[in-house]
């Protein structure tokens, strides 16, 4: 696997259930990010990790809950969802927060809530 | 707080030939990055271009070039020569160049996107 990897790629899910989206790099960088892509919106950034420390958090609802345990992974831990939540989680890394250093970003989850 | 505009939902240019998406944006810092990204439909979005506000020179990358036009704050994209491959989402984003103490200004700023269409 090279740069970017996110799984599952596509996940329904009804509005009671529990659900974990994976995100790996393998690139070395030490900074991780989540993104969410509504329909016909801006991408909005979520969360950022830096060193596993989480520094940003852009006022994302606590349904959502994000886990970094090593600069490779990244977890969005997911509950009780709305059916306003559907769209495309795009995770991201780069070597540092900087705005010099390139973001790389994974294909994507594509969350549907029924 | 920062605004990106993309005025044109959807574009369509004949392979081969020249085609310029649009992007204008709104802040009172004065010194920034902007971007484009290009995002292929079901693949990864990638970085096409990238301009530090405090550079007059415009940037290019091959067949992709921006016309910066910091006092208008437009930063539109050419792409010359157009191939198949270039169909995609096309993002104009924003970040300030202002890192912070003790971190980093996170945030990039994005506009809604321009789908071009690329037609054989």
């Known amino acids: 696997e090279t740069g970017v990897t996110q799984t599952p790629r596509h996940l329904v899910m009804g509005m009671t259930n529990k659900k974990s989206l994976k995100c790996e790099q393998h690139?070395?960088?030490?900074?991780m990010y989540w993104y969410k892509q509504s329909a016909k919106k801006p991408l909005e950034l979520m969360f950022v990790?830096?060193?596993?420390?989480?520094?940003e958090n852009n006022s994302v609802p606590s349904r959502f809950s994000p886990e970094c345990p090593n600069s490779s992974h990244l977890f969005l831990h997911l509950h009780t969802l709305q059916p306003e939540d559907s769209a495309l989680y795009l995770c991201?890394?780069?070597?540092?927060?900087?705005?010099?250093?390139?973001?790389?970003f994974g294909p994507g989850t594509r969350l549907t809530v029924l | 707080a920062q605004t990106v505009t993309q005025s044109q939902p959807e574009m369509s240019v004949q392979e081969a030939e020249t085609v310029t998406l649009s992007c204008t944006y709104d802040?009172?810092?004065?010194?920034?990055?902007l971007f484009w990204y290009k995002q292929p439909p079901s693949r990864q979005m990638i970085l096409v271009i990238r301009?530090?506000?405090?550079?007059?020179q415009n940037a290019t990358e091959n067949r992709f070039s921006v016309n910066f036009q910091k006092a208008a704050k437009s930063f539109s994209l050419k792409i010359s020569d157009s191939q198949l491959g270039d169909a995609a989402m096309y993002f104009c984003?924003?970040?300030?160049?202002?890192?912070?103490?003790?971190?980093?200004?996170?945030?990039?700023?994005f506009g809604k996107g321009t789908l071009l269409t690329v037609n054989p």
């Open positions: 984003a924003y970040r300030s160049a202002w890192d912070g103490s003790g971190g980093s200004n996170y945030k990039l700023t």
């Open positions: 690139l070395g960088h030490n900074a």
């Open positions: 990790y830096s060193l596993e420390e989480r520094v």
């Open positions: 301009q530090e506000a405090y550079k007059q």
């Open positions: 991201a890394s780069s070597q540092g927060t900087s705005v010099r250093n390139e973001q790389f």
């Open positions: 802040t009172s810092e004065s010194d920034y990055y």
